[in-house]
């Protein structure tokens, strides 16, 4: 079958089709029809490498799938533990040791067809199609395990979320609507705050963050951000963080933290039971897909030099198409 393999990093031109065996499934297993493949900053750091970081080239990329098994419209987890350490069996398959992104530290989506465990199918609701919800899982995952289980939201809170038209961002704004929270995020350009404030947040300029005494901040930037984030917390507020897309190095004051007694949480992904439970969010129509894109999968360096570029709000899906491609 058809795929794209990355076997050293680089730019977008390591994002290279290659002919591979067509995967076999075993007792438990489903051959998973691949449709649609929704990408992530994740996808990104894979192709480029971070360093210190062994991805254990080749891989084929790609976290969020969206196919069809005996017809059915599916989309799959995107993680997952050993199944057998104390962390797993506490039902924290994300501190797993041996913990799996697909298309990080397993193979991906982008190939005409994967072989998963059964039961790492969800089923797309009636109304959806296979491209928005290929468009929602790894973010969904992250942003629910951040605000829900990391920072304990609570109803009625106020919210600032680093990057309100990212990814996560798209998603942490929605959770923290659905709990009855009042939101504000950071956009860069006039345009994603349009778009973030048209999903019900109010929308700052990352150096004019005017609101104070928050609760709860998302921070998926560090660098420059990491400074209004820990200004905007209220005394006892939390800042929950899962990524750094503008730096990991950070100032940290720590007469701050320990005056204004704040609990800085690091997150990454979720539980299987977490992607259960922000799944039956979206069946209840509380998260909608935000896209940007849906771009062909033979092409997949163009669609990630559009991720590169950071002008996009939502996601950007690419669609089968290696068979013709
Ligand atoms: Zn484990």
Redesign the pocket.
């Known amino acids: 079958m058809n795929a794209i393999v990355i076997r050293e990093h680089g730019g977008p031109e390591v994002l290279r089709p290659e002919v591979l065996p067509e995967p076999q499934a075993a007792p438990g297993e489903v051959v998973i029809e691949v449709t649609h493949v929704g990408l992530n900053h994740l996808d990104v750091w894979v192709r480029r490498g971070v360093p210190g970081h062994d991805f254990h080239l080749p891989r084929v990329p790609g976290s969020d799938v969206a196919g069809t098994v005996g017809g059915q419209p599916v989309v799959l987890h995107p993680s997952w533990?050993?199944?057998?350490?104390a962390?797993?069996l506490d039902g924290r398959?994300n501190r797993?040791?041996?913990f799996r992104i697909r298309g990080e530290s397993a193979n991906g989506g982008c190939a005409e067809r994967i072989v998963v465990p059964a039961w790492q199918t969800l089923p797309i609701p009636a109304g959806m199609s296979s491209a928005e919800a290929a468009s929602l899982p790894l973010a969904l995952l992250t942003a629910y395990h951040m605000l829900v289980v990391r920072a304990g939201l609570q109803r009625g809170e106020r919210v600032l979320i680093q990057a309100g038209g990212s990814g996560v961002g798209v998603m942490a704004i929605q959770l923290a609507l659905a709990w009855g929270c009042e939101v504000h995020a950071t956009a860069s350009s006039p345009e994603k705050r349009a778009a973030v404030e048209a999903l019900g947040a109010k929308a700052w300029a990352y150096d004019a963050v005017g609101v104070r005494e928050v609760d709860v901040v998302v921070e998926t930037v560090g660098g420059a951000a990491w400074s209004a984030s820990m200004r905007a917390l209220r005394w006892g507020g939390r800042l929950v963080c899962c990524g750094a897309t503008g730096g990991a190095e950070v100032p940290l004051n720590l007469r701050a933290l320990f005056f204004k007694q704040i609990d800085v949480l690091g997150s990454t992904m979720g539980s299987n039971a977490d992607m259960i439970r922000a799944w039956d969010l979206v069946k209840a129509g509380a998260i909608r897909p935000v896209m940007h894109a849906v771009l062909p999968m033979s092409r997949l360096g163009g669609a990630h030099a559009v991720l590169e570029r950071r002008e996009v709000v939502g996601k950007v899906v690419v669609a089968q198409d290696l068979s013709h491609g």
């Open positions: 533990g050993c199944g057998g350490c962390a797993c398959q797993c040791r041996n």
